[in-house]
């Protein structure tokens, strides 16, 4: 089953660490996305890539934030100085282009607990 | 501003029963309406979704009801069994638009009591 895969599955870190998380797409879709749950909602958009064009950005984004999909494939999503309220899962989805925008394969998601 | 209230936030239905979920809208932009379905420690799958030239459909025992005029759609499971025991999200989104199009309810906890 070559589902989309996230690394890691959990990260427990002090504040003030940084940490990245890496997703794998499934192959052959070219719209990847990054989003964070917190327990009790739903998810919330952080960033999109259409191949290695990083298409758009939440306000949720902040500075100490930053993704990158080198090569239109894998991508990592890094986080800065973490802060507890950094606290939550990170999912990543992807999508083949000209499916529709709600048509998201989601991973098992990265869940960060920021001490 | 939130733009997809999701009700109720708990449902516990007997084996057997209809479990019914609710969700209304703001953004009449909004144009693709799905389902996900999340177990714990999984990410949320698609389940079923709607676009609102319909005001229903149905796969298997999964069934969305659309109303327009009033901005709501709701999840019918019919003959809701143990194994639906999940996270139901309502979302909506652009069919045509951008990533941040998706905007998820926050979701309900469905238990089915065997």
């Known amino acids: 089953d070559t589902g989309v895969s996230q690394n890691p599955r959990h990260k427990i870190t002090k504040r003030g660490q940084n940490v990245t998380f890496r997703c794998d797409p499934i192959?052959?879709?070219?719209?990847l996305y990054w989003y964070r749950q917190t327990l009790g909602q739903g998810p919330e958009f952080l960033t999109y890539?259409?191949?290695?064009?990083?298409?758009?950005k939440s306000r949720l984004l902040s500075d100490r934030f930053s993704a990158e999909r080198p090569k239109g494939s894998f991508s990592t999503l890094e986080i800065q100085r973490t802060e507890q309220g950094d606290s939550a899962m990170y999912l990543c989805?992807?999508?083949?282009f000209g499916q529709g925008a709600g048509e998201l394969f989601f991973g098992e998601g990265s869940r960060l607990t920021v001490l | 501003q939130q733009q997809v209230k999701q009700s109720p936030q708990s449902l516990i239905v007997q084996k057997g029963g209809i479990s019914i979920i609710n969700c209304a809208y703001e953004n009449t932009a909004f144009d693709y309406f799905p389902w996900y379905q999340q177990f714990p420690g999984k990410g949320p799958a698609l389940l079923i979704a709607?676009?609102?030239?319909?005001s229903e459909k149905k796969e298997g025992r999964f069934t969305i009801s659309f109303n327009k005029s009033a901005k709501q759609f709701s999840l019918h499971i019919m003959d809701s069994q143990p194994g639906d025991s999940a996270t139901y999200f309502c979302a909506a989104t652009y069919s045509g638009g951008g990533a941040d199009g998706l905007t998820f309810g926050k979701g309900t906890h469905l238990i089915i009591q065997p």
């Open positions: 709607i676009r609102p030239d319909v």
């Open positions: 989805a992807s999508s083949r």
């Open positions: 192959s052959e879709h070219n719209r």
């Open positions: 890539f259409q191949n290695e064009a990083q298409l758009e």
